[in-house]
C-alpha cells in the first residue's frame, strides 16, 4: 500500500489511484461522470498560476478541480 | 420534471410527418455543432472549449429522398445529473423520441467518452456512434479499430473528421439505415450484478404499465433506482418496498447504488476502450502539456495572457486605422455626391436633412469606425478560440473569481461577452448554480461588447494617443484598451465579490473544467466564417438601429421649441448632472438615445455637436478630434466617457435578454441599477479628483 493522501496534496508530476471519494450529492455525480471512481488512475499536472486550481489528467482528459473539490477524493499515491 | 417540459418548450418547432427527428449527443467539445453545421449547412457556434452550444439549434437535411430534422443538444458528460443542460440532452432522447441518435465521441479520449455512448444506448436501440476528431487521433498516433468497436457495441460506427467533411456521407447512411429500419441493432447491454439485476427485473413490469412504452422500461427501472423514487413510491409501493428490501439486504445506501452502477458503465467502457484503441502511447499530448506549462505557470500564465490579449488589440488598432481613414473618406465622398442630386432634383431640405444628414451620416460614422475593428478583431478571437485558449483563461482566472465566490467558468462567459452582451448573458447557462449564474449575468456587461469596443478604439485613437502619430501611437492605445479591459476584469472581480456578500450570498458551489487538447486551427476557415457569421452579422444589426436613430436624432435636432432644439434642451437639463461625471450634457444624451444599441452612441453624439453649429467637413478622424475639441473635450472628458461607455446599463437587446433568462424583472433592473451605478461613482471619482488635484 501507497500513502494515502487527499488528491490536492498530490504534486504535480505524481500519479494516484483513487481509492475514495467522500464527496455526496451532486459533486460527487460529477465526479464519478468524469470517470472517478475507485481504481482510476490520476495525474496531477499543472497548477494554476495561483497554485489552486490544478490541472489533473483523468481517463484520457485534463480536468481542472479547485482545492475544495479535489481534497474529497482520496488517492493512493504510486 | 422540469426539464421534461423544457425539452418540449424549447424544441417547440413544427414538425411535418414525414420529418425524421435526429438527435445528436456527446460530451462537450467532441464537434458535435461542427457535425451539425456540416449536414444542415447551418452556421452553430463552434470552438474550442467546452460549453459553448447552450442554445439548441435544430437544422433540415436530406438525404436519399428522406428529409430529417437534426437537433444539436448542449454537451454532457452524462445523463445522471441534475444540470439544466444535461436535463435538456436526457429528457430529449427519452421523451423527444427521436427516430436516430447520433453520439459524436473525441477518438482522442474515446474511453471517457463511452461512459455516454453506454448510457445512450440504455435509453434507446437506435443509436449511431461517430468516432470524429479522426484527424487529430492520427496525429497523436492513436488508432481506433472501428469495426471491432461496432461488434462489441452492436451499434454502427462511423470514423469522422467533420471539420473537413470527412465521413459525413457514411454517417448520413447509416442513419437513413436505422430510420429506415433497413439495419437493426444489437446494443450491447451492461450487467449491474446480480442485485441491480434482480431489483431492474422486480420493477420493470410496473414500471411498463406507468409508462405504457413511452421510454424504455429498463432504463426507467434504473433511474427509479437511482433516485426518482417518488413516482414509484405513489405508484407501485410494493414493488418498492420488496426493491428496498433487497437493497437493504446488499447494503446497498443510495450513495453506493449509484456508484455501484456508474462503477459498472465505466468499467465496461474501460474494457472496451483497451480492445478497440492501439497504439495507446502514454506521452502523446507531452506538446500540450509543455504548451500548458507555459500558458498556465504561475510566473507566465497571466503575463503571457495579458500581453496576447494586448497584442490582438495592437493588431486591431493598427489594422483598423487606415481602413477607417478610407472608408470614412470615400463614404463622406458619397454623402457630398447625394447632396449634389438633392440640390440638382430641388427635393426639400428637411427630407435631405432626415435621410442625408441624418441617417446616411449615422450609417457612414457606423461603418467607418465599427467595421474595420471588427473585421481584425474577430477572426483573432475565433483563432485563440479554436486553438483552445479560451479555458485556460478560466483556468489562470478561476482563484480571483473563487475569492469573489463566484464560479470559475465565469471567465468564459466575459469571453463570449467580447462580441455580445446579449450572448454573453446566454453562455451564463453552463453555469449550473443559479447565484453564480446570477452574478455572471449581472456582471457580463462590464466586458465591453463589439459595439463599445470600437468606440473605444476610436475615442482612444482620435484623442488620447491622438497627439503622436506613427507607431507609437497604436502602441499608447492598445495599452490604454488593455489597461480598460483589467480595469472591467477588476471591476467583475469586485462587484461579484460585493453581490456574495449582500444580495447573492453563498459559497463557491463545485467547480471542474475540462481543458481541451490544442487543436490546429483552420486559418482560411475562421476568416471567412468570422466574417460571414459575426461581422456581417453585428454589422447588419448595428445598421438596422442605427438608420432610424439617426433620423430621430436629426429630427431632434432640428425642431425648434423656443430658440433651442428639442436635442439642445435635453443636453442643456442633463448637463449640470454631466459635469458632474467629468460629462457633457450631448454625451449623457447620446448614451440615453443609444439605449437600443451602443454602436450608435458614438454617432449620434456626433451629429448633436454637428447640428449644434459647427458645420464642419468631416471626413478624417483628425477632423472628428477638431470637433470634440471646438465642443470643450479635454482628455478628462474623453477618460470620463470611456468610463461611463464600460460601465453603464446593458443595450436593449442584453436587457431583454437578462429579463428572458432570469425570468424576472427584479434583477434586470437590479442589473440596470448596478451597472449604471458603478458608472456614475466611477466618472464621479475621477473627474471630481482631477478637477480637485487641478489636472485639468
Ligand atoms: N481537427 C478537427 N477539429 C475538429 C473536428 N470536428 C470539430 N473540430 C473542432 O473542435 C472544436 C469543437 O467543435 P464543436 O463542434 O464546437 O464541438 P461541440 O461542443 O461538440 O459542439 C472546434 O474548434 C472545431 O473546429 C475534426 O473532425 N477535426
Ligand atoms: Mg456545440
Not at chain 2, 430529417?68 to 445529473?81: E, K, N, Q, R, V
Not at chain 2, 484503441?277 to 500540450?288: A, E, G, T, W
Not at chain 2, 453581490?499 to 473544467?513: A, E
Not at chain 2, 432610424?548 to 442643456?572: E, K, R
Request: charged letters at 15%.
Amino acid at each position: 500500500m501507497g500513502r494515502m493522501i487527499p488528491l490536492h496534496r498530490l504534486s504535480p508530476g505524481t500519479c494516484a489511484k483513487v481509492r475514495q471519494l467522500t464527496a455526496k450529492g451532486n459533486t460527487r455525480r460529477r465526479m464519478l461522470d468524469l470517470g472517478l471512481i475507485c481504481g482510476t488512475r490520476v495525474e496531477a499536472l499543472q497548477k494554476s498560476p495561483s497554485g489552486d486550481p490544478v490541472a489533473y489528467e483523468i481517463r484520457g482528459a485534463v480536468i481542472a478541480l479547485r482545492s475544495e473539490e479535489a481534497s474529497q477524493i482520496l488517492v493512493e499515491v504510486l | 420534471m422540469p426539464g421534461e417540459r423544457m425539452a418540449r418548450e424549447t424544441y417547440r418547432i413544427d414538425l411535418h410527418e414525414e420529418d425524421l427527428v435526429i438527435a445528436l449527443a456527446g460530451n462537450p467539445n467532441t464537434g458535435k455543432s461542427t457535425v451539425f453545421n456540416a449536414l444542415t449547412g447551418l452556421n452553430q457556434h463552434t470552438g474550442n472549449w467546452p460549453g459553448k452550444t447552450v442554445t439548441n439549434a435544430h437544422g433540415k437535411f436530406i438525404h436519399r429522398h428522406l428529409s430529417f430534422i437534426l437537433f444539436d443538444l448542449p454537451g454532457t458528460y452524462s445523463l445522471f445529473a441534475n444540470s439544466v443542460d444535461e436535463e435538456v440532452a436526457r429528457d430529449f432522447i427519452c421523451s423527444g423520441k427521436p427516430k436516430v441518435t447520433i453520439v459524436v465521441t473525441d477518438a482522442t479520449c474515446l474511453e471517457r467518452n463511452l461512459n455516454l455512448v453506454l448510457q445512450v444506448m440504455e435509453i434507446t436501440e437506435h443509436v449511431v456512434l461517430c468516432v470524429n476528431l479522426l484527424d487529430e487521433a492520427k496525429r497523436k498516433k492513436i488508432q481506433v479499430d472501428l469495426t471491432a468497436l461496432s461488434k462489441i457495441l452492436g451499434i454502427p460506427v462511423i470514423g469522422t473528421n467533420a471539420r473537413d467533411g470527412f465521413g459525413l456521407e457514411a454517417l448520413k447512411d447509416a442513419v437513413y439505415q436505422l430510420a429506415t429500419g433497413t439495419l437493426q441493432t444489437k446494443p450491447l447491454r451492461i450487467s449491474y450484478g446480480e442485485v441491480v439485476e434482480k431489483c431492474i427485473k422486480l420493477l420493470e413490469p410496473g414500471i411498463q404499465g406507468m409508462i405504457n412504452d413511452q421510454i424504455n422500461s429498463r432504463w426507467a427501472a434504473l433511474r427509479l433506482l437511482d433516485g426518482d423514487r417518488d413516482i414509484g413510491d405513489r405508484q407501485i409501493p410494493d414493488t418498492i418496498a420488496a426493491v428496498d428490501q433487497l437493497l437493504l439486504k446488499a447494503h446497498l445506501d443510495q450513495d453506493t447504488l449509484r456508484d455501484h452502477i456508474v462503477t459498472c458503465i465505466v468499467n465496461q467502457a474501460e474494457e472496451i476502450a483497451q480492445k478497440v484503441l492501439s497504439c495507446k502511447k502514454q506521452n502523446y499530448n507531452v506538446m500540450d502539456r509543455r504548451i500548458d506549462s507555459v500558458l498556465t505557470s504561475k510566473v507566465w500564465g497571466i503575463p503571457v495572457m495579458i500581453a496576447l490579449l494586448g497584442l490582438v488589440f495592437w493588431i486591431t488598432i493598427k489594422g483598423a486605422n487606415y481602413p477607417s481613414q478610407a472608408l470614412a473618406t470615400g463614404l463622406f465622398w458619397l454623402e457630398e455626391k447625394l447632396t449634389q442630386l438633392f440640390m440638382f432634383a430641388g427635393w426639400p431640405d428637411w427630407l435631405h436633412g432626415v435621410l442625408v444628414l441624418g441617417m446616411y451620416r449615422t450609417l457612414a460614422w457606423v461603418i467607418s469606425v465599427m467595421l474595420p475593428p471588427m473585421a481584425i478583431f474577430f477572426p483573432l478571437f475565433t483563432l485563440l478560440e479554436d486553438l483552445g485558449y479560451l479555458p485556460r483563461i478560466a483556468f489562470n482566472l478561476d482563484n480571483f473569481f473563487k475569492k469573489a465566490c463566484a464560479h470559475g467558468k465565469q471567465a468564459l462567459t466575459m469571453c463570449m461577452g467580447f462580441g455580445c452582451n446579449a450572448a454573453g448573458v446566454i453562455s451564463c447557462r453552463i453555469i449550473d448554480s443559479p447565484r453564480e449564474r446570477l452574478i455572471a449575468i449581472i456582471t457580463n456587461n462590464f466586458v465591453p461588447c463589439n459595439g463599445r469596443f470600437p468606440t473605444l478604439i476610436a475615442l482612444t485613437t482620435i484623442f488620447i494617443a491622438g497627439g503622436m502619430g506613427g507607431t507609437g501611437q497604436s502602441l499608447v492605445a492598445s495599452l490604454i484598451i488593455l489597461a480598460t479591459i483589467v480595469l472591467g476584469v477588476v471591476i467583475t472581480l469586485t462587484v461579484s465579490r460585493i453581490l456574495s456578500k449582500t444580495v447573492l450570498q453563498g459559497i463557491p458551489s463545485s467547480f471542474s473544467l475540462e481543458l481541451p487538447p490544442y487543436r490546429k486551427p483552420q486559418i482560411g476557415r475562421i476568416i471567412v466564417r468570422s466574417l460571414y457569421d459575426r461581422t456581417l452579422f453585428v454589422l447588419a444589426r448595428a445598421i438596422i438601429v442605427a438608420a432610424p436613430a439617426g433620423m430621430i436624432t436629426w429630427a431632434f435636432a432640428n425642431i425648434y421649441v423656443g430658440n433651442l432644439s428639442v436635442l439642445q434642451h435635453g443636453a442643456n437639463l442633463l448637463d449640470p448632472f454631466a459635469h458632474l461625471l467629468g460629462l457633457d450634457g450631448f454625451i449623457l444624451m447620446a448614451f440615453i438615445l443609444g439605449l437600443p444599441a451602443n454602436e450608435i452612441v458614438l454617432p449620434i453624439l456626433i451629429m448633436s455637436y454637428m447640428s449644434a453649429g459647427q458645420m464642419i467637413e468631416l471626413d478624417s478622424l483628425q477632423a472628428l478630434r477638431n470637433l470634440f475639441v471646438a465642443n470643450g473635450w479635454t482628455w478628462l472628458t474623453a477618460v470620463c466617457t470611456m468610463l461611463f461607455c464600460l460601465n453603464h446599463y446593458p443595450c436593449g437587446t442584453t436587457l431583454l435578454t437578462i429579463k428572458k433568462e432570469t425570468q424576472s424583472t427584479k434583477w434586470t433592473l437590479i442589473t440596470f441599477a448596478v451597472t449604471t451605478a458603478v458608472g456614475i461613482i466611477l466618472c464621479f471619482v475621477v473627474a471630481q479628483s482631477a478637477r480637485l488635484l487641478g489636472l485639468v
